[in-house]
T-cell receptor, first 116, second 109 residues
Framework: ETGVTQTPRHLVMGMTNKKSLKCEQH?????MYWYKQSAKKPLELMFV???????ENNSVPSRFSPECPNSSHLFLHLHTLQPEDSALYLC???????????????FGPGTRLTVL | GQNIDQPTEMTATEGAIVQINCTYQ??????LFWYQQHAGEAPTFLSY??LDGLEEKGRFSSFLSRSKGYSYLLLKELQMKDSASYLC??????????WGAGTKLIIKP
């Protein structure tokens, strides 16, 4: 496996379900990100981890719970979601947090989430 | 507030040239990225500009004017595979990426 992988690619869940999204990066990067992408809207940054420590939480509802057990893996735990949470959830990684050219973010293919 | 503006959708013809504009108003500036995203796929890095001027990379070029808060992505010799969304993102003074909503580019034969 190369780059950034995400599983599952598609997920349909009811509002009472609990599920988890998984992201793995094979690039040796130190920073990882969760984004939400809704149609015709800018990417919304949800969580940022640097060296496994959470450094950013952009007022995300508590029904989304991130976990970063090591620098290669990132999880997003989901529970009691709402239909408006249906979106594409993208994971990304970068060498560092700073925004220079060497800190380009590399994205996984995303998980298409549908909440019924 | 911080704002990135891009056209929602553009249409161009195969073999032609298209320019996708991006204007930004952010708290500080530490660089600007362009990404390409095909439907159902991951965004992929295209270019990075931090100094004024034109950066050329094959068929794609990116231009930046910091004084005008403006960038464009120029795509030459368009191919059908260039049909995708193009995302502009600015690095602000806190080194956070501020994203535009993306421009959907449709290429017609």
């Amino acid at each position: 496996e190369t780059g950034v992988t995400q599983t599952p690619r598609h997920l349909v869940m009811g509002m009472t379900n609990k599920k988890s999204l998984k992201c793995e990066q094979h690039l040796g990067h130190n920073a990882m990100y969760w984004y939400k992408q809704s149609a015709k809207k800018p990417l919304e940054l949800m969580f940022v981890y640097s060296l496994e420590e959470r450094v950013e939480n952009n007022s995300v509802p508590s029904r989304f719970s991130p976990e970063c057990p090591n620098s290669s893996h990132l999880f997003l735990h989901l529970h009691t979601l709402q239909p408006e949470d249906s979106a594409l959830y993208l994971c990304a990684s970068s060498q560092r947090l700073a925004g220079g050219p060497t800190d380009t973010q590399y994205f996984g293919p995303g998980t298409r989430l549908t909440v019924l | 507030g911080q704002n990135i503006d891009q056209p929602t959708e553009m249409t161009a013809t195969e073999g032609a040239i298209v320019q996708i504009n991006c204007t930004y108003q952010t708290s500080g500036f530490n660089g600007l990225f362009w990404y390409q995203q095909h439907a159902g796929e991951a965004p992929t890095f295209l270019s990075y500009n931090v100094l004024d001027g034109l950066e050329e990379k094959g068929r794609f070029s990116s231009f930046l004017s910091r004084s005008k808060g403006y960038s464009y992505l120029l795509l030459k010799e368009l191919q059908m595979k260039d049909s995708a969304s193009y995302l502009c993102a600015v690095v602000d003074s806190n080194y956070q990426l501020i994203w535009g909503a993306g421009t959907k580019l449709i290429i017609k034969p």
